[in-house]
């Protein structure tokens, strides 16, 4: 626990100067629907292209009541040229309509409530909680998964048993910002494929687990 919490406070002091993912950046207006939006815009998408395409959707729409007032036409070409931008439009479509029905146009502030919504799993539920709430809860996307296991902190074969046994050994304080840490950490130092570990601070607390060449 003591390497964990020394790792984690030297991730954060070596990523300060980089630029935070798009939902992040997005979070900063505390905004549960634009942070949900922004989640399904991001996958498969580069956060460059994710925070542009938010950008004009919200400029246009930002409420469930707004967006459906746009065609599924209209929405895509906002946010073109996000990965799969035919498939979520529709989606975006489709959450708007189901908040609005079912939930007075407000995002539904649980866990379970969340993943009842077709197009949102655990990724984005919990990062939808965390940024979007403020309610506690660990998003494990592809660096969270891949960091967390290379430094040794845990041993799991996929996100959802690297979400629990996470849960188990970083503070329940440092659940939020986690996502943040190591996906910036990610983007920028500790790639997949031969990572700057010459540069990096938190080498001597790392594993190195599956590193196999590296900068």
Request: net charge positive.
């Amino acid at each position: 626990m003591v390497n964990v919490l020394k790792t984690l406070k030297l991730i954060k002091e070596q990523v300060k100067d980089y630029i935070v993912p798009s939902v992040t950046q997005i979070s900063r207006k505390r905004d549960p629907y634009q942070v949900l939006i922004s989640c399904i815009l991001s996958l498969r998408t580069k956060d460059k292209t994710t925070i542009q395409a938010s950008k004009r959707l919200f400029k246009v729409a930002d409420k469930p009541k707004s967006m459906l007032k746009l065609t599924v036409g209209e929405i895509r070409k906002l946010i073109y040229p996000v990965g799969f931008y035919r498939n979520k439009s529709k989606v975006i479509l489709g959450l708007s309509k189901k908040l609005l029905e079912d939930y007075s146009g407000k995002v539904p502030g649980s866990l379970d409530a969340l993943l009842g919504l077709k197009g949102v799993g655990r990724k984005t539920a919990n990062l939808v909680l965390g940024l979007g709430f403020g309610i506690p809860a660990i998003c494990v996307d592809t660096h969270v998964h891949r960091i967390s296991n290379r430094l040794g902190w845990i041993k799991t074969n996929n996100p959802e048993e690297t979400e629990f046994a996470l849960q188990k050994i970083i503070p329940g304080d440092k659940w939020i910002e986690l996502n943040t840490l190591l996906v910036t950490f990610g983007q920028n130092l500790c790639f997949p494929v031969s990572p700057f570990c010459s540069k990096c601070k938190v080498r001597r607390f790392c594993k190195r687990r599956g590193v196999v060449k590296s900068r």
